[in-house]
């Protein structure tokens, strides 16, 4: 069965943090899993930032690859609610600035362990395992993640300084890319997928503006 990508990309938005399967090097031959948070980049990769000292960090350099299981958050049944799993490679990422704030909107109690030993890590997808609920299941493939139209750190920068009005607003916007935007209201992440994406650059602003303004 063919899934729509954007249902994957609703997913790695909406939650917050997964389940993080790497290779033990304490117990050869074992997956080590552990939860961890993500903040997905311009091209809806998870990125974790984590601490070199930690047993996961320390597996992820020795085996790059791994596993990363996500569910819909509040789900009441995790048989029927949405739910992946990534399995991809890991690798070191050395962020621009106009990421890290990126990062810090999504996440800004990790502002104070950036001064630690705690730094970056990106998955890039090989294939995904997305279940949308009973029957509802199929694979997508590392082509189907190259293909995605993306949105430069440095772009959603320039675009999220241009919409103060709605950043006065009690929700909260987190980030914007070219298939939806990404809020917090109450601790509640919400995520609302465009109408017509991908969007051109020039489109964002406008549309964001539209749809913020009409959130109750």
Same mark, same amino acid.
């Given at each position: 069965? %063919?899934?729509?990508?954007?249902?994957?990309?609703?997913?790695? /938005?909406?939650?917050?943090?997964?389940?993080?399967?790497?290779?033990?090097?304490?117990?050869?031959?074992?997956?080590?899993?552990?939860?961890?948070? /993500?903040?997905?980049?311009?091209?809806?990769?998870?990125?974790?930032?984590?601490?070199?000292?930690?047993?996961?960090?320390?597996?992820?350099?020795?085996?790059?690859?791994? #596993?990363?299981?996500?569910?819909?958050?509040?789900?009441?049944?995790?048989?029927?609610?949405?739910?992946?799993?990534?399995?991809?490679?890991?690798?070191?990422?050395?962020?621009?600035? *106009?990421?890290?704030?990126?990062?810090?909107?999504?996440?800004? *109690? *990790?502002?104070?362990?950036?001064?630690?030993?705690? #730094?970056?890590?990106?998955?890039?997808?090989?294939?995904?395992?997305?279940?949308?609920?009973?029957? %509802?299941?199929?694979?997508?493939?590392?082509?189907?993640? /190259?293909?995605?139209?993306?949105?430069?750190?440095?772009?959603?920068?320039?675009?999220?300084?241009?919409?103060?009005?709605?950043?006065?607003?009690?929700?909260?916007?987190?980030?914007?890319?070219?298939?939806?935007?990404?809020?917090?209201?109450?601790?509640?992440?919400?995520? /609302?997928?465009?109408?017509?994406?991908?969007?051109?650059?020039?489109?964002?602003?406008?549309?964001?503006?539209?749809?913020?303004?009409?959130?109750?």
């Amino acid at each position: 069965m %063919k899934i729509p990508i954007e249902l994957a990309i609703d997913l790695l /938005h909406l939650a917050t943090d997964g389940t993080l399967a790497t290779h033990s090097e304490t117990v050869p031959g074992y997956p080590f899993a552990t939860a961890v948070p /993500h903040v997905p980049d311009e091209a809806h990769r998870p990125v974790f930032c984590i601490s070199r000292l930690a047993e996961h960090t320390r597996n992820i350099l020795a085996d790059a690859r791994v #596993s990363y299981a996500l569910t819909q958050p509040g789900a009441a049944d995790v048989q029927t609610a949405p739910r992946m799993t990534i399995v991809g490679d890991v690798e070191p990422l050395e962020p621009s600035s *106009a990421f890290v704030e990126r990062f810090l909107r999504y996440f800004p *109690a *990790a502002e104070p362990l950036l001064a630690l030993d705690f #730094s970056f890590f990106r998955l890039t997808p090989r294939r995904v395992r997305y279940i949308g609920g009973v029957g %509802k299941m199929g694979w997508l493939e590392a082509a189907d993640w /190259h293909t995605l139209a993306t949105l430069a750190p440095e772009e959603e920068q320039l675009a999220l300084r241009e919409l103060v009005a709605p950043q006065g607003r009690r929700p909260r916007l987190l980030g914007v890319d070219r298939y939806g935007m990404d809020i917090e209201i109450s601790e509640e992440r919400q995520r /609302h997928r465009f109408p017509n994406g991908p969007l051109a650059t020039q489109d964002i602003e406008t549309t964001v503006q539209r749809m913020f303004l009409a959130l109750p």
